[in-house]
C-alpha cells in the first residue's frame, strides 16, 4: 500500500468515526454534514494556537477542496455585502462569468450552500433569496432541509 492510499484509508476510518459520533449527538451537526458530504469543513478550521482538528490533517482527501469552497464563501460574502437579491441561478452564472467552470456541479453547489447555512452563517432572509421559487432550481430548495444525524434526515447516507 502507498502512502496516497494509506492516508485515503485512515481518511475513510476517521470519517466513519465522526459521522458515528454525530450520529451519536457528540459533533456540531454541520460539521458532519461537511464530513458526510466530503465538503471541506475550513469554517471549522483552527488558526494554529490550539490542536489541528481532524478534516485538517485530510485537506487533500476531500472531494471539495478548501480552496473550491473558500471561493464560493468569498462570493457569497460579497453578495450579503452588496445587498443584492441573489438567485441560486444568479449565482451559478455569477460563477461561471468569472471563469469558474468547475462550478457546474449544481449538487456540490447546494452542498456548500448547506454546509455555510448550517454553520449559520448569512441571514434567513439571504438564503430564503437564493432559493426563491421560480427564480431558482427545485433542487435548492434542499440548503433549508433540516439536517439532523441524530434522529435522522435526507442526507443521512454513509457512503
Not at 471561493?71 to 450579503?80: A, G, N, S
Not at 462550478?103 to 432559493?131: E, G, M, P, Q, V
Amino acid at each position: 500500500m502507498n502512502t496516497t492510499d494509506m492516508q485515503m484509508a485512515m481518511f475513510l476510518q476517521q470519517r466513519l468515526q465522526i459521522l458515528d459520533l454525530g450520529s451519536k449527538g457528540k459533533i456540531d451537526p454541520s460539521y458532519v454534514y461537511a464530513w458526510e458530504k466530503s465538503i471541506y469543513p475550513f469554517l471549522d478550521d483552527t488558526d494554529g494556537s490550539v490542536v489541528q482538528h481532524p478534516h485538517e490533517l485530510f485537506k487533500e482527501c476531500f472531494l471539495v477542496s478548501d480552496v473550491y469552497i473558500k471561493e464560493i464563501w468569498d462570493t457569497l460574502i460579497k453578495i450579503q455585502e452588496k445587498g443584492d437579491v441573489f438567485t441560486f441561478w444568479d449565482l451559478e452564472n455569477y460563477l461561471q462569468n468569472q471563469g469558474y467552470d468547475q462550478y457546474n456541479d449544481r449538487s456540490k453547489l447546494i452542498a456548500i450552500c448547506t454546509y455555510f447555512r448550517l454553520k449559520r452563517n448569512f441571514t434567513d432572509t439571504f438564503w430564503k433569496n437564493l432559493i426563491m421559487p421560480q427564480r431558482s432550481p427545485s433542487e435548492s430548495g434542499a440548503i433549508l432541509d433540516t439536517y439532523d444525524p441524530v434522529n435522522g434526515s435526507d442526507y443521512n447516507y454513509l457512503i
